[in-house]
C-alpha cells in the first residue's frame, strides 16, 4: 500500500526562527512530489512540486528538497512568520492513466504553530 | 477566477439519513477528484471523474457511496444510509489536465463540506 509518514506530527516554534518538516514515501510508480499548506477550515494549497530529477525547488521562504534514492523530502521554512501557523502536507503523486492524472497519496501533515 | 467550491460547508445528518454534498469544479478543468479527509487525518481519494466518466472509484469505502458528474462539470457525492464513520471532510479537487508538465495536471481544491452524522 502507498504510505506518506511525516514527523514531527507537531511544532511550534517562535516568530522569525527557522524550522525543517520531514516525509518519508513509499509509493509506486512515483510520479511527483508536493508540499501542501492547509489552513484551518480550508482546502490544501500547493507550495512546491518536484519530480524525480528535481533535488530542491524554492519558493520565497520555503525550501523543498527530495532523495528520491531514499525517498525522502523535506520543507524548510526560513524566518517564520505568524501567518505560518497551519498544517503542512506531503502529497506523492503516483500516475493513474495516460491522460496526465495522478492519485494523490497524502501524508498526515505536520501542524506547525508559530507564535510572538 | 472562482476556484473550487463545496456545498454545503457544513452538514448534520442522523444517522441512517442520505445526504449529497456538491462541487463544482473551476471552469474548464477536465479531472475531478473527491477525497475523505478524518479529524486529523490527510485527505484519502475516493473517486475521480475524467469528464462524465467515472475511471477509477476504488477509493469508495462502501456501496453506500455513490459520485456522478453527468455533464462533465458539477459532481456530486452521494452518501446513503450514513453511519458515524463516514462523519469527515469531504474534499473535491479539480484539474486542467493537459498541459506540458507536472503543473499541468495540478490539482485545486475546494474549501470542503465537514459531515457530521449524530
Known amino acids: 500500500k502507498n504510505q506518506v509518514e511525516q514527523s514531527p506530527q507537531s511544532l511550534i516554534i517562535l516568530e522569525g526562527k527557522n524550522c525543517t518538516l520531514q516525509c518519508n514515501y513509499t509509493v509506486s510508480p512515483f510520479s511527483n512530489l508536493r508540499w501542501y499548506k492547509q489552513d484551518t477550515g480550508r482546502g490544501p494549497v500547493s507550495l512546491t512540486i518536484m519530480t524525480f530529477s528535481e533535488n530542491t525547488k524554492s519558493n520565497g521562504r520555503y525550501t523543498a528538497t527530495l532523495d528520491a534514492d531514499t525517498k525522502q523530502s523535506s520543507l524548510h521554512i526560513t524566518a517564520s512568520q505568524l501567518s505560518d501557523s497551519a498544517s503542512y502536507i506531503c502529497?506523492?503523486?503516483?500516475?493513474?492513466?495516460?491522460?496526465?492524472?495522478?492519485?494523490?497519496?497524502f501524508g498526515t501533515g505536520t501542524r506547525l504553530t508559530i507564535i510572538p | 477566477g472562482a476556484g473550487v467550491s463545496q456545498s454545503p460547508r457544513y452538514k448534520v445528518a442522523k444517522r441512517g439519513q442520505d445526504v449529497a454534498l456538491r462541487c463544482d469544479p473551476i471552469?474548464?478543468?477536465?479531472?475531478l477528484f473527491w477525497y475523505q479527509q478524518a479529524l486529523g487525518q490527510g485527505p484519502e481519494f475516493l473517486t475521480y471523474f475524467q469528464n462524465e466518466a467515472q475511471l477509477d472509484k476504488s477509493g469508495l469505502p462502501s456501496d453506500r457511496f455513490f459520485a456522478e458528474r453527468p455533464e462533465g462539470s458539477v459532481s456530486t457525492l452521494k452518501i446513503q444510509r450514513t453511519q458515524q464513520e463516514d462523519s469527515a471532510v469531504y474534499l473535491c479537487?479539480?484539474?486542467?489536465?493537459?498541459?506540458?508538465?507536472?503543473?499541468?495536471?495540478?490539482?485545486?481544491f475546494g474549501p470542503g463540506t465537514r459531515l457530521t452524522v449524530l
Open positions: 502529497v506523492v503523486s503516483a500516475k493513474l492513466d495516460n491522460f496526465g492524472n495522478e492519485k494523490l497519496t
Open positions: 479537487a479539480s484539474s486542467l489536465v493537459g498541459l506540458i508538465g507536472p503543473r499541468g495536471n495540478e490539482q485545486f
Open positions: 471552469s474548464g478543468h477536465v479531472s
